[in-house]
Every structure is written in structure tokens, then in C-alpha cells.
């Protein structure tokens, strides 16, 4: 069973930088696809996709509000995958969350990760 911890949330003003690191229990070789997902504050807010990288080729993809400001990465050495996020916005607010899974089929949907961290609170103030 593999455990994911996120780490380097915190309050960022507007236009601010911050860089998560989401690190495994095990080989991040051995999860396939790893991706970020967010999730605002407020009832009925769902699980929002961010970003979903790769273990072979690294490939990347974004979610359109995110393109150009955020970058995924990872580094299986240190079993270790990031979110660098510039630029940040109010509206980036929300608990940050990395998780893995095995295919690359919907990886924008949350549902089809099988494990997950316990999230990471980012807030952009005005």
C-alpha cells in the first residue's frame, strides 16, 4: 500500500509562488500516472483536476486554468513529485491533493486514482 504526503501549502498573497511536493512510502516509479487535484472550500465544491504527470516520457497535462502558471514534476529518485504554482490567484484558494494510479485512462477524473494524500491548504489573499 502505497502512502502519499503533501507538503508546502500556505498563504500566498496574489501574484505569489508556492511549491507543493507530494512524497511516496514507495517507488514512484511504481505509480504510473500521479496527478494534483484541488478542492475549494464551500458545500457542493468538488474535486477539481490540476495537473497529471507521467512516469514514462513525463507527460504532462493541465487543467485549462492552470496553463502557463503551474508546472508538474517529478523525480522518482527522491520519490517525489511537485507542483510549482506562480502567479497564484484568490481563486487557486483550496485544499491541494496528489494522487496515483496504475492507467492513464480519465486521469481527470478523481475517481479512478487509487491512493490519495491527505491534501495540503493553499490560500491566495487579495
Known amino acids: 500500500q502505497v502512502q502519499l504526503v503533501e507538503s508546502g501549502g500556505g498563504l500566498v498573497q496574489t501574484g505569489g509562488s508556492l511549491r507543493l511536493s507530494c512524497v511516496a512510502s514507495?517507488?514512484?516509479?511504481?505509480?504510473?500516472?500521479v496527478g494534483w487535484f484541488r478542492q475549494a472550500p464551500g458545500p457542493g465544491e468538488m474535486r477539481e483536476f490540476v495537473?497529471?504527470?507521467?512516469?514514462?516520457?513525463?507527460?504532462?497535462d493541465y487543467a485549462d486554468s492552470v496553463t502557463g502558471r503551474f508546472t508538474i514534476s517529478r523525480d522518482d529518485d527522491k520519490n517525489t513529485v511537485y507542483l510549482q504554482m506562480n502567479n497564484l490567484d484568490p481563486e487557486d484558494t483550496a485544499v491541494y491533493y496528489c494522487a496515483g494510479k496504475y492507467y492513464p485512462e480519465n486521469y481527470q477524473n478523481p475517481d479512478t486514482y487509487n491512493y490519495w494524500g491527505q491534501g495540503t491548504q493553499v490560500t491566495v489573499s487579495s
Open positions: 514507495g517507488p514512484t516509479s511504481s505509480i504510473p500516472i
Open positions: 495537473a497529471t504527470i507521467r512516469a514514462s516520457h513525463k507527460m504532462t
